[in-house]
């Protein structure tokens, strides 16, 4: 059913709104009886991925030689928007794995690599985890530890990985790693690693406040050998490999925020019209219609840019700065509108029998993950004083 929150598919293709209809409706029988048991037991659910692999949900941008769907960015877009109405922890694994561990190996790996481990993931057989943050280098990306010592036929990966989405669950994963330590970021290489591993592990699952469906762990290298045909692309290109595949990640969490800030409005929408304060509904109180209208002005704001970078990223165009832009302001309105559902809500809206309390929760990552709000700041400003 076309709603007044449906107006951006204007335009879009028949496939791309067919695509729309059935993420909507899986996630609605599928995702939408089982949010809470998901978040309270922390527990990954599996056996949605696999159906999510059967609809080929998880090859996304893949091209369909390797197994994937072929799609663009703009149906990524709306695929994650639609889950995360619903229940954005799952939102967070599916673009996690699409746009980083199996992205990264889409885009530069050679044919042999693409071959062995994309059908996997695309599928569904394989979760796809992607490892760059350590403990000591968040935001500071380019000051990674892991150290990776070129052997003969093998590197010896020494270090670790921290808030690792699919830490613990995943079989596939990408990692940077230093290979020349006097490169500094030029030094930094990127290699494919397999579950099983001598001395590749997972270490702790991480509790979290919210997006508690999504696996979170760190990763633990010791002396695991790695062969040299698992180097991604040649020495020194981890780091710029990197910065790429977190261009297109950005198009995701400003599509997952779009989608967290709409759940949230609709839902308060929905209250608003069924709770009665004064004898009238709270609809009708014009407090309640301001929020109500800046909440949905902000958000259709930010899924106009969002889908701004995804046009501009399927039509091969530099958009590194609209992403940042996608993606910072959409993570902002997110948690905005959050807030100010859990308002409209008042005292229900803070606990879990309501929605909102969980969209609450949930939305604090996008404002931190996949680079902060002021490392988006610095990013866009260094690309508006280029010239």
Known sequence: MQTAQDAYLIGLTENQIIIRDTIREFASEKIQPRIMEYDESQKFPVEIFKELGSLGFLGIVVDEEYGGSGLGYIEFAIIIEELAKVDPSIALSVAAHNGLCTNHIFRFANQDQKKKYLPDLASGNKIGAWGLTESSSGSDAGGLKSFAEKKEGYYLLNGGKTFITHGSVGETAVV???????????????????????????????????????????????????????????????????????????????????????????????????????????????????????????IDAARMLTFRSAFMKDSGKPNFKEAAMAKLYASEVAEKTASEAVQIFGGYGYIKDFPVEKFYRDVKLLTIGEGTSEIQRLVIAKELLKD
């Open 176 to 298: 940077m790693a230093i290979t020349d330590k006097q490169k500094g970021s030029k030094g930094i290489s990127a290699f494919i690693l397999e579950k099983g591993m001598e001395g590749f592990s997972a270490g702790k699952k991480e509790n979290k406040l919210g997006m508690r469906a999504s696996d979170t762990s760190q990763l633990i290298f010791e002396n695991c050998k790695v062969p040299k045909e698992n180097l991604i692309g040649n020495e020194g290109e981890g780091f710029v490999q990197a910065l790429k595949i977190l261009e297109g990640g950005r198009i995701s969490i400003a599509a997952l925020s779009v989608g967290l800030a709409q759940g949230a409005l609709n839902a308060a929408l929905k209250y608003s019209k069924e709770r009665f304060q004064f004898g009238k509904s709270l609809s009708e109180f014009q407090a309640i219609q301001f929020k109500l209208a800046d909440m949905q002005t902000q």
